[in-house]
């Protein structure tokens, strides 16, 4: 496919996402969305590809949500089945995927990056939720995601008013692995999918499977009895049988993710 609002870009086994369109601070229109939506559903079929990177194009924004002047034209609004960016609903993706945040994450912005597994934010990131104040909701995710990651009131606070906060309060709220400094979102996000590319993409996906749907088990004992494919893969592959023998051997292992 041949991409008109985004960037898909390979390095090695890393894809690298990233929204262009810096003139409306890289708000996402329908052919944004399904831009998204095919360039992940691509990255989760590549067998080469074990780690990607979303980020915003320019260092103003991430993503500024939902393109409302497109909406206000009347021209269509729709979604893709994987809802916002192609990633808010997109409940059976088991590669890690991290969000460089180098500015703007507003809406569904902000409901793109709590649906990924790492933040890295530069010091100038500002996160909100701002629905409520043009009348609408955070619907993409926000509403139940940030209250499972930060404490509910500090939630609440966020959700009930829309208001901004930055990068470094948000990772002291725990939503933000990492603040770097501004125009190094991007670079901070390669260290961090670097250090995962060394460790066998077979025991990441089947880590990400059940940490992620684990949590739909009341009980840790029932998650644990429970079956996951994931797991079932690992310790049918290559990498189960290479890990422990490059240990032995004292070498880098070869990982095949297969």
Not at 193 to 217: D, H, N, V, W
């Amino acid at each position: 496919m041949t991409y008109e609002f985004i960037r898909y870009d390979r390095e090695g086994a890393l894809a690298i996402l990233t929204i262009n369109r810096p003139e409306v601070y890289n708000a996402l229109h329908p052919p944004a969305h399904d831009e998204l939506h095919h360039a992940l559903d691509a990255f989760a079929a590549d067998p080469e590809l074990f780690v990607a990177i979303v980020t915003g194009a320019g260092d103003k924004a991430f993503c500024a949500g939902f393109d409302l002047k497109w909406q206000a034209s009347g021209q269509e609004v729709r979604m893709p089945p994987t809802s916002f960016g192609g990633i808010a609903k997109r409940d059976d993706l088991f590669k890690p995927v991290i969000a460089a945040v180098n500015g703007l994450a507003m809406g569904g912005g902000f409901e793109m990056v709590l649906a990924c597994d790492l933040v890295i934010a530069a010091e100038n990131a500002q996160f909100a939720l701002p629905e409520p104040r043009v009348g609408i909701a955070a619907l993409a995710g926000g509403m139940h995601r940030l209250p499972r990651m930060i404490p509910q009131k500090k939630a609440m606070g966020l959700l009930l008013t829309g208001r901004k906060i930055g990068a470094a309060e948000g990772e002291k709220l725990g939503f933000v692995n990492e603040v770097v400094p501004a125009g190094q979102a991007l670079e901070g996000a390669r260290r961090w999918a670097g250090e995962i590319l060394e460790c066998s993409p077979m025991s990441i996906r089947c880590t990400k499977e059940q940490a992620t749907l684990g949590f739909k088990y009341g009980l840790v004992s029932d998650a644990m009895n429970a079956e996951w494919p994931a797991h079932k893969a690992l310790v049918e592959s290559e990498d189960y049988v290479e890990g422990p023998l490059a240990f032995a051997q004292k070498r880098k292992p070869i990982w095949k993710g297969r």
